[in-house]
């Protein structure tokens, strides 16, 4: 089992920039990626950033050359830097941690509330 915890989330105006993070804990060997999604009022929930353990990165388009994914391995913990906030943004940021085992098991954490005002 992977516990995540999310931290880091809140009101920031437009233009802002905040970062959140997660902290993984438990079976964390078992991670070959995590990332984040974001899921806005009325809306599906959607991917944001996913990084692997071998340190390849991935971007949503409507998020590119804003937000940052980054990991530090020595306290388990991903960061997503987002920066040049907009209204759009905001939404309930979940972290997410996949283990490519037999079955692929996905892992969620409760999510953090970011909050972008115009």
């Known amino acids: 089992q992977v516990q995540l915890v999310e931290s880091g989330g809140g009101l920031v105006q437009a233009g802002g920039s905040l970062r959140v993070s997660c902290a993984a804990s438990?079976?964390?060997?078992?991670?070959?990626?995590m990332g984040w999604y974001r899921q806005a009022p009325g809306k599906q929930r959607e991917l944001v950033a996913t990084?692997?353990?071998?340190?390849?990165?991935s971007i949503a388009n409507a998020v590119r050359g804003r937000f940052i994914i980054s990991r530090d391995n020595a306290k388990n913990t991903v960061y997503l830097q987002m920066n040049s906030l907009k209204p759009e943004d905001t939404a309930v940021y979940y972290c997410?941690?996949?283990?490519?085992?037999?079955?692929?098991?996905?892992?969620w954490g409760k999510g953090t509330l970011v909050t972008v005002s115009s």
């Open positions: 997410n941690a996949v283990a490519y085992s037999v079955p692929r098991r996905d892992y």
């Open positions: 990084i692997t353990s071998g340190g390849s990165i």
């Open positions: 438990g079976s964390i060997f078992s991670i070959n990626v």
